[in-house]
Structures are given as structure tokens and as C-alpha cells.
């Protein structure tokens, strides 16, 4: 199996780069990316906006040598147009029948939240807490397909209303914080502490 980070956005509403907020003892990318150890054979990383800033936390996370998953540098020169873009571009790059799709930000999803969607069938397995669906989602390679036959100023949204979708109710309210304002970022500091 292999998963979708997407990273190329601006971080508008951050008021910083917020892929590399520390967060406990990593950052919010790589608390992000670390989800998939023993899950995934390989993390494909969609960069766009300061890629490169992206790219030297790859190298510093790989430098740890603390994964048993490929990370793959793609860049996304049509960030600007919308993060289904960067959805295309990685689902370009995806090779096996089921991979995840999660936004880079969403770093307080448990391990076993990740598990337990990996061990569900399904087009589209989305976890939901609350009665909320959150990330990361699972997608199969026929929904892969539809994404990339999609016109690029569509949205997943459209492409996933195509589909069933089998919900996994979890307890873990991770899979619905992401870090999009300060107040977010302070949040997620609190309740990584917990």
C-alpha cells in the first residue's frame, strides 16, 4: 500500500510554514508521515508552495533513518490552481490496487486509526468520528483512475460523490484536527500532550 501527503498548499491562514511546526519531538509532516510506518511500502509527498522547505524535511526525516517506507519528492507546479491538482499529481504516481490520501496537516490521527482503515475493503474507506468523516481516506485504484480522468478544476468531492462509502467509526478525535490557524496549532500542541 502506498499514501498521498499533500503539502503544497500556502499555509494562508498559519501565519507560518506550518508543515514544519515542531510538534512533541517532530514536526507536523513528519507526525503525519510517520502513521504509515509498517502500513505503506512508500509516502508520496505532493510539495507545491516553498517545496523546497519540504524537501529539506524529507531529507532530515530520512536522515533518521527510522522508516521502513520510500518517501517520494513530487512537485506539484500547478499548486496555485487547488489542491485537487496536487490529488492528480499524486495519484499519478501510485502503483498499488489501495492507497491513503490525507492532507499533510492532519497530524493527530492514532497509528491504529491507520490500521484499522488499512484492513477495511471498500472504493473510498473514510474514518469518522462524531459522525464526522476526517482523514486520512482510503482510496482503490478505480476511484485512482476516475481522479485522473477528472477535469483538473473539478474537486475530490465530485469525483468521491460517485462512489459508496463505508465509514469506520473510530474513537479518535485526530482524524478531524487539522492545523489551518494558530488556534489549530495551539490545539494540536495541547492534545499531542495528552
Not at 526525516?61 to 518517501?71: L, V
Not at 485537487?84 to 499524486?90: E, L
Not at 478531524?176 to 492534545?191: M, R, S
Amino acid at each position: 500500500m502506498e499514501a498521498i501527503i499533500l503539502a503544497a498548499g500556502y499555509s494562508s491562514r498559519a501565519n507560518a510554514f506550518k508543515m514544519t511546526l515542531p510538534l512533541g519531538q517532530m514536526t507536523v509532516l513528519e507526525q503525519t508521515i510517520a502513521k504509515f510506518e509498517g502500513l505503506c511500502s512508500r509516502v508520496i509527498i505532493v510539495a507545491g508552495f516553498q517545496a523546497e522547505i519540504i524537501q529539506e524535511e524529507m531529507e532530515k526525516i530520512n536522515s533518521k533513518n527510522a522508516y521502513s517506507f520510500q518517501m517520494k519528492f513530487v512537485f506539484n507546479e500547478n499548486f496555485s490552481q487547488g489542491m485537487f491538482r496536487s490529488v492528480q499529481k499524486g495519484c499519478n504516481e501510485v502503483n498499488t490496487p489501495t492507497f491513503f490520501l490525507t492532507p499533510g496537516d492532519c497530524p493527530l490521527v492514532k497509528k491504529e486509526t491507520v490500521q484499522l482503515l488499512a484492513k477495511h475493503t471498500g472504493n473510498v474507506v473514510i474514518p469518522s468520528f462524531n459522525d464526522k468523516g476526517g482523514h486520512p481516506i482510503k482510496l482503490s485504484s478505480e476511484v485512482k483512475e476516475k481522479i485522473l480522468e477528472t477535469n483538473p478544476k473539478s474537486n475530490l468531492r465530485v469525483v468521491l460523490s460517485g462512489y459508496e462509502k463505508k465509514y469506520i467509526h473510530v474513537d479518535d478525535p485526530g482524524v478531524l484536527l487539522d492545523v489551518d490557524t494558530p488556534e489549530d496549532y495551539q490545539k494540536a500542541i495541547d492534545y499531542n500532550k495528552t
